[in-house]
């Protein structure tokens, strides 16, 4: 079967219809959350949930993220005890990720939680993914829309690089608000663990989970590379550019393209007010124009690992190493 031409439509109501008859004949669409754009498909067709897998040529082992409307639609799929009710009452809609028990009922494909008696689950709050979702009535399966281990897409532009004629359709809503992808937290047997960190700050996690009566005894922030991947994002090499990347770098080399941050200057920064949100969100934008400049490596300056800024050096990590 030839690939498809990949159409870049606006979104709208007519536009995200034409989106769900896709995904309803089993095919998979780009389309924009608040974090990063996503790669849709309906996550109760293991055929379609493959086609995810095709287009990013993504390791089959690593689980996908599943998107919901609400939380009533999440507990269709998962068990919620009293802490998980917590933090999605605190964080929902919104860019964190639970990941919990997955109920026999689920109707998920297997391929979605590469054999996982667990499932990630997420209701967003982008308007162009809730609506898709509503258009559709199903759970998505929605991964960032990109080839795997390469730079998260916040843009049109940035999906295209990756997948064009990969997949039909892309819906574009402008870049994405957050840049950098969803908390994620696993709620497991009276445990909280924050598996991949993100614009909800594991203080923030800890907080909502210490109101009231409510008994914080289990609290881990997570390890960086885990022997076994428990959710998605936690592979050790992952957000990579092509190029080598050096992190913590105070000054550029001669064939560096350098990432400054504060008062460390570059061919472009992440805030020059040293402001750890806007680097956030400015952060995959920057290394994708790093990646296609005319130098053969990239530097990047000293990010403090303060709130958010622990999900930036998460994600600079991962794409500096290189197995």
């Not at 969100?281 to 130098?295: E, I, K, Q």
Request: glycine share 8%.
């Amino acid at each position: 079967m030839d690939a498809p031409n990949t159409r870049i439509l606006p979104y709208n109501a007519h536009n995200t219809a034409e989106a769900a008859a896709l995904i309803a004949a089993g095919q998979c669409v780009a389309v924009p959350t608040e974090t990063v754009y996503g790669l849709a498909a309906d996550a109760t067709d293991g055929a379609a949930v493959a086609g995810v897998y095709a287009a990013k040529g993504r390791p089959s082992f690593n689980p996908l993220i599943v998107h919901v409307l609400d939380v009533a639609a999440a507990k269709k799929l998962a068990a919620f005890d009293a802490r998980a009710e917590a933090l999605a009452a605190a964080f929902w809609p919104g860019p964190l990720t639970l990941v919990l028990p997955l109920k026999p009922s689920s109707g998920i494909a297997s391929l979605v939680t590469a054999g996982l008696e667990t499932i990630a689950i997420r209701v967003p709050a982008h308007r162009a993914m809730r609506a898709l979702l509503e258009a559709c009535g199903k759970p998505l399966a929605a991964p960032s829309a990109n080839a795997s281990g390469t730079i998260s897409p916040t843009r049109v532009e940035h999906v295209m690089a990756s997948l064009t004629d990969r997949i039909p359709l892309v819906i574009d809503d402008g870049p994405t608000r957050q840049g950098i992808e969803s908390t994620i937290v696993r709620e497991v047997f009276g445990m909280t663990r924050i598996l991949r960190h993100g614009p909800i700050t594991g203080a923030q996690v800890l907080a909502a989970l210490s109101t009231g009566k409510r008994k914080v005894d289990r609290f881990d922030t997570g390890a960086d590379a885990p022997e076994t991947v428990e959710a998605p994002g936690q592979l050790s090499s992952h957000y990579a550019p092509r190029k080598p990347l050096r992190i913590d770098a105070p000054r550029a080399a001669e064939d560096e393209w350098m990432i400054g941050f504060g008062p460390t200057p570059g061919d472009d920064t992440l805030s020059a007010s040293g402001n750890l949100t806007e680097a956030a969100t400015r952060l995959f934008d920057l290394l994708h124009r790093a990646d296609a400049s005319d130098l053969p490596k990239i530097a990047v300056a000293p990010v403090p690992d303060d709130g958010i800024g622990e999900a930036i050096n998460d994600r600079l990590r991962r794409a500096a190493h290189r197995d």
